[in-house]
Nanobody, 115 residues
C-alpha cells in the first residue's frame, strides 16, 4: 500500500511555471513506474508523464519540451516541473503508482492557467 499526496498547484498566467510534487508514504524505490495524470473538466483523465526506476521518462505529445518529471527515491517524491503553461493545461493533476497490480492515486492538485 501507499498513500500519495500532491501539492504545488495554483493559479498562474499563460507562460508561467509551477512545480508539482507527489509525496509517497513509503519507499518508491521498488515501484517500477511513477506517473502523473491530469483531468480537465468534462474530459477523460490522461497520462501526462511517467518515469521508470532507472529514470527513463516518457511524455504526452502535448507537453513534450515543457514538462519534466523527476523522482527522488531517497525522499520518496516525484515532481513534475511544468513550464510555458497554456490555458489548455488547466486540470487537476494526479500522481499514480501501481503496486502488485493495484493502482493508487493521490487526491490531486488543481492547476489553473489564465490567458
Amino acid at each position: 500500500q501507499v498513500q500519495l499526496v500532491e501539492s504545488g498547484g495554483g493559479l498562474v498566467q499563460a507562460g508561467g511555471s509551477l512545480r508539482l510534487s507527489c509525496a509517497a508514504s513509503r519507499s518508491i524505490f521498488s515501484i517500477n513506474y511513477m506517473r502523473w495524470y491530469r483531468q480537465a473538466p468534462g474530459k477523460q483523465r490522461e497520462l501526462v508523464a511517467l518515469i521508470s526506476r532507472a529514470g527513463n521518462t516518457n511524455y504526452a505529445d502535448s507537453v513534450k519540451g515543457r514538462f519534466t518529471i523527476s523522482r527522488n527515491n531517497a525522499k520518496n517524491t516525484v515532481d513534475l516541473q511544468v513550464n510555458s503553461l497554456k490555458p489548455e493545461d488547466t486540470a487537476v493533476y494526479y500522481c499514480n503508482a501501481i503496486i502488485d497490480l493495484r493502482e493508487y492515486w493521490g487526491q490531486g492538485t488543481q492547476v489553473t492557467v489564465s490567458s
